[in-house]
């Protein structure tokens, strides 16, 4: 059975920072691309970063220079560390595993919520 567990979202102020973990099992890890997705309230759901199998990062243009997207290989897990949080990062996050574009999971998400 396959899960991607999120933690570590939560209320911050605005210019603070969070660091999100997604637990994966069930898939062989270090087969996957790996990305964090976020959908705010009454929008659609969209890519924020994603990091490869050889560990390449992309991210979107919101988000660049203040989020950063790393994997664990040994522990089956991925990471969003978020620094300079804006009120405009509200939303839930989630993870996504992705292998060939045909096999593809999501976790349960987690709520960010940056207010002051």
């Known amino acids: 059975q396959v899960q991607l567990v999120e933690s570590g979202g939560g209320l911050v102020q605005p210019g603070g920072s969070l660091r999100l973990s997604c637990a994966t099992s069930?898939?062989?890890?270090?087969?996957?691309?790996m990305a964090w997705y976020r959908q705010a309230p009454g929008k659609q759901r969209v890519l924020v970063a994603t990091i490869t199998v050889g560990g390449a990062s992309n991210y979107a243009d919101s988000v660049k220079g203040r989020f950063t997207i790393s994997r664990d290989n040994a522990k089956n897990a991925i990471y969003l560390q978020m620094n300079s949080l804006k009120p405009e990062d509200t939303a839930v996050y989630y993870c996504n595993a992705n292998r060939e574009t045909t096999y593809i999971f999501w976790g349960q998400g987690t709520q960010v919520t940056v207010s002051s």
């Open positions: 069930g898939i062989t890890f270090s087969l996957y691309d």
